[in-house]
């Protein structure tokens, strides 16, 4: 009787352990899914520029590419990626760079003056003061780099560093 109920109890819960992984696993994987739909058009965002101006996605550029940067400053990945940027910018025509920092304005402006991509016409940085990038965004690594084609549909989304010969890497291949 008692080896009995020690079974039935060993049972129920492998039972109960197994039901609670799947449970996990099934809404879980749910959540990537739906997370991993709404990044396959630009989601609606609203940060500010470094003139603490309200900038959403009503102010990208139409018919073209947008390619969003999240970064840090001292990141050291990012900070290669921007000098890789910097010197190649003139082979990104029809390209707008959005790069979101969760740091003080005055650090995202030294760092856009730092690797020479202040005052550039396809070039905005922006501040998330309200730190919802990561989550509207799904950025779970610094840097984190998503790529829109011209009609905003996703074309690539890269978790760490990626430097100017990725990102054109995959613009030609959409092409």
Same mark, same amino acid.
């Given at each position: 009787?008692?080896?009995?109920t ?6 129920v ?7 609670y ?19 396959e ?17 009503a ?6 590419y947008?390619?969003f940067?999240? #970064?840090? =400053? ?9 000098? /890789?940027?910097?010197? *190649? $910018? !003139? @082979?990104?025509? +029809?390209?707008?760079?959005? #790069?979101? =920092? ?7 402006q030294?760092? /856009?003056?730092?690797? *020479? $991509? !202040? @005052?550039?016409q +396809? ?5 998330d003061n ?5 989550s ?5 690594s610094i ?11 996703l074309i690539?989304?890269?978790?760490g ?15």
């Amino acid at each position: 009787m008692r080896k009995k109920t020690i079974l039935f109890i060993v049972i129920v819960g492998v039972f109960g352990l197994l039901s609670y992984f799947i449970f996990n696993i099934t809404t879980k994987t749910k959540e990537k899914n739906a997370i991993a739909q709404k990044l396959e058009t630009i989601p609606e965002f609203e940060f500010l520029t470094l003139e603490q101006k309200p900038f959403t996605k009503a102010n990208l550029k139409p018919n073209t590419y947008s390619i969003f940067i999240y #970064f840090n =400053s001292e990141c050291d990945f990012c900070q290669h990626e921007a000098q /890789s940027i910097s010197d *190649n $910018l !003139d @082979n990104f025509k +029809n390209v707008q760079f959005i #790069f979101v =920092s969760t740091e003080p304005i005055e650090t995202i402006q030294q760092f /856009s003056e730092q690797y *020479n $991509l !202040d @005052n550039k016409q +396809n070039i905005t940085f922006l501040y998330d003061n309200l730190d919802t990038f990561s989550s509207q965004f799904n950025a779970t690594s610094i840097p984190y780099v998503l790529i829109y084609d011209q009609n905003k549909k996703l074309i690539k989304k890269h978790k760490g560093q990626l430097n100017a010969k990725g990102i054109l890497r995959a613009l030609q291949e959409n092409d």
